[in-house]
């Protein structure tokens, strides 16, 4: 398949099977993941695989909404960065993520981002915090994401890159759709 068919085919995935993701495919994912792109290639971050069924249960809490498929996730990857080493981490986390969810989908394998940066937990204190304190990362560590993964349960339908969405590009200049 092209890039651009695995990108027509790429979808949140929020239901999954019981059936494990294999370790060859975590592995493809975390690869994809590292091999990304960086500023100044200074890579400020770092990869917690989750699998513990009773973690993932308490990191379905980290959210007020949004992270409930992690109950049923056969994995989760959580993507932190050290902040210090440069102030476009959350840049670096964001391609580590996409490359990484772009994968899983190219592997068959459901994924579905979860907002970590900026979000509350069900009990009211930070994403950040919550996972902070369950898996154990420093306060210079700062979270990006989580991306859940699990064997489809059923796939959302592939996308067309409507009229709307092609009315986003601008030749030359910025040209203003509305109304004068
Ligand atoms: C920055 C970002 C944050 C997101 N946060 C969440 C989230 O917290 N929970 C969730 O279920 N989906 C989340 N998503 C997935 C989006 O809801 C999804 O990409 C969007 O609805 C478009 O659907 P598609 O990915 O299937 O094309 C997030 C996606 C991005 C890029």
Same mark, same amino acid.
């Given at each position: 398949m092209d890039l651009l068919e695995i990108m027509r085919q790429r979808r949140s995935v929020r239901s999954y099977t019981s059936e494990d993701v294999s370790e060859e495919n975590i592995r493809k994912i975390l690869e994809a993941g590292l091999l990304s792109a960086s500023g100044r290639a200074i890579r400020p971050w770092e990869l917690i695989v989750v699998k513990e069924r009773a973690v993932l249960q308490k990191m379905a *809490?980290?959210?007020?909404?949004?992270?409930?498929?992690l109950e049923d996730a056969n994995a989760a990857i959580v993507v932190i960065a050290d902040e210090t080493k440069t102030d476009v981490w959350p840049e670096d986390c964001s391609i580590v993520m996409s490359n990484m969810h772009l994968m899983a989908s190219c592997l068959g394998v459901g994924s579905c981002w979860i907002q970590g940066r900026l979000r509350t937990s069900a009990g009211g204190e930070s994403t950040e915090g919550y996972l902070r304190e369950l898996?154990?990362?420093? *306060?210079?560590y700062r979270l990006e994401a989580v991306l859940s993964l699990g064997m489809p349960e059923s796939v959302p339908e592939m996308r067309e890159v409507t009229d709307e969405l092609w009315g986003k590009v601008h030749l030359e200049v910025y040209e203003s759709k509305r109304e004068k």
């Open positions: *809490e980290s959210r007020d909404h949004g992270a409930k498929m898996l154990g990362f420093p *306060e210079y």
